[in-house]
């Protein structure tokens, strides 16, 4: 029912072009587009889906601006004067660190003049064959769903795929070391999710770790973690869609909104258009309310 609901609200706001209503609503409020930013959180990008993101990448591109996790960071230093771009901004971010994101994703984005933000899961990162599949299963995609056929679903990238897309422009961050519930974790496991695995990432590539993903829910996050995170990392993306305003809003509550590479042209153009985000608005105040507590 929910997904017949979510299908028809969907269809009726993209077949009254309410969609490209809201996105010229939004670009207005956000007047000169300087520091606000829609971050994107995608997870795989298998070879069937490229012809699709390509699609959806270029819809993007008309729209909005690209822009490359450096240019995100350099946002927040509030000494230098915001930019002017002529269309929002939007940041490309990926989460578990699957090699699909290595082979599709990354030189989509390099051809359109853009890099990427890969959160990965270092223990995930290097496994092969039956241990890949069995971690994803196990760690990752915990819906007790059959594995599926093609390798390509739960294949990781290695170390030196890291450390080539940061030699590439992109950047990585840290999606914790196992892909804990970071909500059920002691003081010590907490320390080894959150600091061990930018340690780790750290060792790959060569480069500071500045920002951090928590997996699950908008709600798999606690204050003791939050604290952890904010001492060892620079920024902290959430999973509860939003759009960001890098002048205001606080680098360790970063709004991301989930849109994959397989949605149909209609399911991104409404996730883009921000139409979802008053659905979120009591999630987002809760979260702030947490991390200011
Ligand atoms: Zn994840």
Redesign the pocket.
């Known amino acids: 029912m929910k997904r017949f609901l979510r299908t028809s609200l969907i269809r009726a706001v993209t077949s009254l072009n309410l969609d490209e209503m809201m996105l010229r609503y939004q670009s207005r409020r956000a007047g000169g587009h300087g520091p606000v930013v829609q971050v994107v959180g995608m997870?795989e990008t298998l070879q069937e889906d490229a012809e699709r993101l390509r699609r959806q990448l270029e819809w993007v591109e008309k729209r909005f601006t690209f822009i490359s996790p450096e240019t995100f960071f350099g946002l927040w230093d509030h000494t230098r004067t915001p930019p002017n771009w002529s269309k929002p901004a939007v940041l490309v971010t990926f989460?578990?660190g699957r090699e699909s994101n290595y082979t599709v994703a990354a030189p989509m984005l390099e051809s359109l003049g853009t890099r990427g933000l890969f959160?990965v899961?270092p223990e995930f990162i290097g496994l092969t064959g039956s241990d890949a599949r069995d971690f994803y299963y196990s760690n990752?995609d915990i819906r007790g769903l059959a594995p599926a056929e093609s390798e390509e679903q739960w294949t990781p990238m290695n170390a030196d795929q890291l450390a080539d897309l940061m030699r590439r422009g992109h950047s990585v961050g840290n999606?914790t070391l196992s892909?804990a519930r970071l909500s059920d974790l002691s003081i010590s496991q907490l320390r080894d999710e959150v600091e061990g695995g930018s340690e780790k990432i750290a060792s790959w590539t060569q480069g500071p770790v500045e920002a951090f993903?928590w997996?699950?829910s908008w709600s798999e996050i606690t204050r003791q973690s939050w604290d952890l995170i904010r001492a060892t990392h620079r920024f902290c993306f959430s999973p509860c869609p939003g759009t960001t305003d890098c002048s205001s809003d606080s680098p360790y509550l970063i709004w991301r909104t989930e849109i994959e590479a397989y949605y149909s042209t209609a399911e991104y153009r409404f996730m883009y258009s921000g139409a979802i985000n008053p659905v979120w608005a009591g999630r987002r105040r809760r979260l702030q309310s947490m991390l200011n507590a």
Do not use: E, L, S
């Open positions: 997870h989460d578990d959160f899961v990752i999606h892909h993903a997996p699950y």
